[in-house]
């Protein structure tokens, strides 16, 4: 499943007035216990054609349920991590139903990969972006079969034809007479109908909500305190554990003293795992004070020495190495072999944290005959197994209760903090709740990958690219995330991006997986592949338009003929920007591009770099073409939150080691941008009538070479090296 291979699949027109439900979606419609409708939506992914026509083979994705006083309910894959999923998935089902959006609430599917997968990731997931894009048809047919079924319902009752009657913000209305019935008198009856072969879609200048900036349905709970968050999980007996884990990279415990913990009022039990300890007690303060009362004595294994120097190093070595090809057009070696002029360059990104508002937590109850877990993530299957395994159950007797997620950015599409609570909980007979500290959190978080890569390019008489070549060096998050697409030794995701949106006639892209040493573990961050990729190819782009005196923004568009959209989004960013007018000394304006995830994406950064090198970042303009709007609002918060992400990645984050062990630790060595240092941020949203893109990572991804190219204007020093570094800016 690896999150670039998503990208050209979200399939179906955006504008289509009809959908054929037999090839696009599948849908099943049956009555409610206690009464009701249910419309089960099961995306083309999960089954074929011919099997989704067989009544046995039915597993729907989604329910849409409709009760007998009107209530609609939309119990969905997805979790909610502040990206807005809760509201824009049921604005598709709620423009079609004709409710008004209030009328729908959400609840969260439990675990099941064959009833509720993810269809652009193969099973139940949510991240790369692609919680509209899975469900932007499948919802909305849903939503129209329903109301179809309900009309259809209303006017047998009335003994007119369906074609005399509308749906209206939750009731049928006859038209001719202007009798009115309510959706919940009519689910009944329209539950033994069958499902049509077609619904009409609504056109797009029919929409009435979609498009709109409606309020978060998951807002209020979040104000008010009531939303459930797995660090607010209460189970009748629990205790509170407080975890350390080794600071070596693949140490294991050696031995620990815990008198002294275990004389600390409130203090149960000291849990040994094989390379943590947890402190379990009656309320958190009694678990960290036990906690840092432990005599722990490590033992520190081979890594015992090992620095990010030396990990650099490797990854130098391995860029000499054989390397295995991604994707090659034409002739890059005869090409470069006749260019005017050839330009090389080597670009380095950190290991970097995910740094979630709520640190990893997980709340298990394990006993002999099952197992109950709470917990926010983004893979909820896979939690279930990790707990399964853990407890050494079988997979049935393990159930897990999903939260709201306090943030994850791809962090909780790992489940390893989720083994070590079911683990330490294993060893007690109550119900534990784990809770990493930030310190925790920031030692032993899954780490976006560090990258060494080269790149070349062959220039023409005229400055612009004949050939170009991206060698990607790091470490694979697919071979252990997802072996099953580390097909050949390459990383998919790791080179997703390598070319930018460019195309050039001679190109080449090649991978050398080089992994950290055993302990430290890479996984996907926001962003996933794009992020560090972006960084290299715009810095890179800037530096081919500088050595050819080539205005940034000129000579994207010269490498953009047959690109149009993203071409609009340069040009309207640009033109919002301002860029040309004139700067005062020590400001400049960089530019980058970046397609992803569906969505078309340029940005401006507007930088002031002081004498000292100290970096302010002023402005960001921020065009995006994303397809066809769903919640502006949520698109521009969402462009918001990615550009802030990305800017503290590129200002600060780096996750750095020494003698073994993670030298951040807490946000004093992991800095957050803060609130006075957040620039203007202005989004530019382009209408278009595509499918929708994704929203949630674009942001992110284009943000770093934006600023280290405005830091080129304003200095004429070049950067190839996250974080920002002061020091190599200093004009003294």
């Known amino acids: 499943m690896p999150f670039n291979r998503l990208a050209a699949s979200a399939g179906g027109s955006a504008g289509s007035s009809e959908n054929n439900v037999s090839r696009r979606t599948f849908l099943r419609a049956s009555a409610a216990i206690g009464g009701g409708l249910i419309i089960g939506v099961t995306l083309p992914r999960a089954v074929g054609e011919a099997e989704a026509a067989d009544a046995g083979a039915f597993t729907p994705d989604a329910f849409i349920r409709i009760d007998r006083i009107g209530q609609v309910t939309l119990i969905v894959p997805q979790v909610e991590m502040g990206q807005g999923t809760y509201t824009s998935l049921p604005m598709l089902v709620a423009e079609e139903l004709e409710v008004e959006l209030a ?47 309900l009309i259809v319902a209303a006017a047998e009752g009335w003994q ?35 499902v049509p072969d077609k619904v009409a879609l609504k056109d797009p200048k029919d929409f009435k909500l979609i498009g709109t900036a409606a309020k978060r349905l998951d807002a209020p709970a979040k104000v ?3 939303a459930q968050y797995g660090i607010d999980v209460k189970v009748p007996g629990m205790k509170i554990a407080a975890v350390a884990a080794s600071p070596i990279i693949g140490g294991k415990l050696a031995r620990v003293d815990e008198s002294a913990a275990r004389a600390v009022r409130g203090v149960r039990e000291v849990v040994r795992l094989d390379d943590a300890v947890a402190v379990i007690a009656d309320h958190m303060w009694a678990a960290k004070k036990g906690l840092a009362a432990l005599d722990i004595h490590w033992d520190e294994g081979e890594n015992a020495e090992v620095s990010t120097a030396d990990i650099v190093r490797k990854l130098q070595d391995a860029a000499n190495r054989p390397a295995v090809v991604a994707k090659k057009e034409g002739d890059v070696a005869k090409a470069m072999a006749g260019a005017a002029r050839i330009l090389e360059a080597t670009y380095e990104a950190p290991f970097l944290a995910h740094a979630t508002m709520e640190p990893m937590n997980c709340t298990a109850h394990v006993r002999k005959d099952g197992c109950d877990v709470w917990v926010g993530t983004q893979v909820i299957t896979r939690a279930r197994a990790a707990a399964a395994a853990a407890a050494g159950l079988p997979l049935e007797k393990v159930q897990v209760h999903n939260c709201l997620l306090g943030g994850g950015f791809g962090r909780r599409l790992d489940v390893d903090y989720v083994t070590q609570a079911v683990l330490i909980a294993r060893q007690v007979d109550f119900p534990v709740k784990v809770i990493w500290s930030r310190e925790e959190d920031l030692q032993h978080d899954v780490y976006r990958p560090y990258y060494y890569d080269r790149l070349a390019a062959g220039l023409d008489e005229k400055g612009l690219p004949i050939a170009w070549s991206h060698r990607v060096v790091g470490s694979s998050v697919e071979a252990r995330w997802s072996p099953e697409t580390f097909a050949n030794g390459l990383d998919s995701d790791a080179v997703e991006g390598a070319a930018g949106p460019y195309a050039f006639p001679n190109l080449l892209i090649d991978y050398v997986r080089e992994e950290p040493p055993p302990g430290l573990t890479t996984g996907w961050w926001r962003g996933v592949g794009m992020t560090h990729n972006a960084f290299m190819v715009e810095g890179f782009i800037d530096e081919l338009a500088a050595a050819t005196r080539s205005d940034p923004v000129a000579y994207r568009r010269a490498l953009l003929d047959g690109n149009p959209r993203m071409k609009a989004a340069l040009d309207l960013a640009a033109a919002k920007a301002g860029w040309g007018q004139p700067l005062p000394p020590g400001i400049g304006r960089g530019v980058s591009v970046m397609f992803g995830f569906e969505t078309y ?69 992991y800095q957050m941008m803060r609130i006075d240092e957040t620039p203007v941020i202005d ?20 943000i770093a070479p934006a600023v280290v190219n405005a830091i080129f204007a304003a200095t004429g020093k070049r950067l190839r090296r996250l974080p920002i570094r002061p020091a190599e800016l200093r004009s003294t």
């Open 601 to 669: 994406i340029a940005q401006v950064a507007e930088v002031a770099v002081a004498g000292d090198g100290q970096v302010r970042v002023q402005r960001i303009v921020c065009a995006v073409d994303c397809g066809r709007t769903v919640n502006p609002d949520t698109i521009k918060a969402q462009m918001e939150g990615g550009v802030i992400f990305g800017l503290t990645a590129a200002l600060y984050g780096e996750i750095t080691l020494d003698r073994g062990r993670v030298v951040q630790r807490n946000f004093d060595a």
């Open 103 to 149: 009328q729908l609430r959400v609840e969260h599917a439990p675990p099941d990969d064959k009833l509720y997968g993810n269809s652009l990731i193969g099973f139940q997931a949510t991240g790369g972006s692609t919680s509209v894009r899975a469900f932007w048809e499948p919802l909305r047919t849903a939503g129209a079969a329903a109301r179809s079924m």
């Open 224 to 226: 008010n305190g009531s």
């Open 683 to 702: 989004v530019h949203i382009i209408e278009s009538d595509a499918a929708p893109g994704g929203i949630g990572e674009p942001g992110t991804s284009a």
């Open 160 to 194: 007119a034809s369906a074609s005399s009657c509308r749906a209206e913000a939750g009731e049928v209305v006859h038209m001719p007479s202007g009798r009115r019935v309510a959706y919940g008198a009519l689910v009944d009856r329209a539950a033994k109908l069958p």
